[in-house]
C-alpha cells in the first residue's frame, strides 16, 4: 500500500469553511495524486504532484488547491467548501520508476452541510 | 468504497465458479492498464497490470486480458472466494503519470 495515510478519515464541515486533507506516504514516492470518487463517476483526478512544490491540475481542480512543501506530504485544501464537494477523497503514489502502478490511500469521507 | 454506488454494473457468481470482469477503453494510445479491487470503506488495492505489448499476464488465480483490437480489457478470476466480493475497476494510462479510471463492477459471491 506504499505506506500511504490520510487524515482525517472522516470530517463532516458546513459550506463556506475551509478544509485541508492531509496525504502523507513513507515510501519516497515521486508522484502524488489525489482524486474523488462519487457515485456514477468513479476516480477523477482532481490535481497531481511530480516532485516538492511542482504540482499540476487535474480534470476536476475548480475549487481545489493543493501544497506539497516535502516529498512525503501532499496537501489538498478546500478555500470554500461546498455541498457539491461532498465526496470520499482518495490520495495516491507513483515512484516514478520501476513500476507505474499508483498505490492508494484508505481514503476521506467528507461531508459539507 | 461504498460512495461508488449502487447503480453499478453487477456480477453474481457462485462461489468456486470463475468469475470475468470486462472493460472496454477509449483511447487507443493507452499503454498501461492496471486492475484495482475496492472493498467496501476502504482504497483501491492493486490486482495486477499489463502492458500494451502484452496480450495476456497472469497472477494468483487472476488473469489479465488485452485485446488491443477491439479496445478491451478483462479480468479473470478463478475458483471466486468470498473475500473476492468487491467492486473492481480498470484504469488506464495514455502517455504521462496520469491514470483514467472506469466506473466499476460489483462482484458478488453466492455461498
Known amino acids: 500500500d506504499a505506506g500511504i495515510t490520510q487524515s482525517p478519515r472522516h470530517k463532516v464541515t458546513e459550506t463556506g469553511t475551509p478544509v485541508t486533507l492531509r496525504c502523507h506516504q513513507t515510501?519516497?514516492?515521486?508522484?502524488m495524486y489525489w482524486y474523488r470518487q462519487d457515485p456514477g463517476h468513479g476516480l477523477r483526478l482532481i490535481h497531481y504532484?511530480?516532485?516538492?512544490?511542482?504540482?499540476d491540475k487535474g480534470e476536476v481542480s475548480d475549487g481545489y488547491s493543493v501544497s506539497r512543501s516535502k516529498t512525503e506530504d501532499f496537501l489538498l485544501t478546500l478555500e470554500s467548501a461546498t455541498s457539491s464537494q461532498t465526496s470520499v477523497y482518495f490520495c495516491?503514489?507513483?515512484?516514478?520508476?520501476?513500476?507505474?502502478?499508483?498505490?492508494f490511500g484508505p481514503g476521506t469521507r467528507l461531508t459539507v452541510l | 468504497g461504498e460512495s461508488v454506488g449502487l447503480h453499478l454494473p453487477t456480477l453474481s457468481v457462485q462461489e468456486g465458479d470463475n468469475s470475468i470482469i470486462n472493460c472496454a477503453y477509449s483511447?487507443?494510445?493507452?499503454?498501461?492498464f492496471i486492475w484495482y479491487k475496492q472493498e467496501s470503506g476502504k482504497g483501491p488495492q492493486f490486482i495486477i497490470d499489463?502492458?500494451?505489448?502484452?496480450d495476456k499476464r497472469q497472477g494468483q488465480r487472476v488473469t489479465v486480458l488485452l485485446n488491443k483490437t477491439v479496445k478491451h480489457l478483462s479480468l479473470q478470476i478463478a475458483a471466486t472466494q468470498p473475500g473476492d466480493s468487491a467492486v473492481y475497476f480498470c484504469?488506464?494510462?495514455?502517455?504521462?503519470?496520469?491514470?483514467?479510471f472506469g466506473t466499476g463492477t460489483r462482484l458478488t459471491i453466492i455461498p
Open positions: 495516491a503514489a507513483h515512484p516514478g520508476t520501476a513500476t507505474d502502478t499508483q498505490y
Open positions: 515510501e519516497n514516492h515521486r508522484y
Open positions: 504532484s511530480y516532485g516538492v512544490k511542482d504540482t
Open positions: 483511447n487507443s494510445a493507452s499503454d498501461y
Open positions: 499489463i502492458r500494451s505489448n502484452m
Open positions: 484504469a488506464e494510462r495514455a502517455g504521462g503519470e496520469k491514470l483514467t
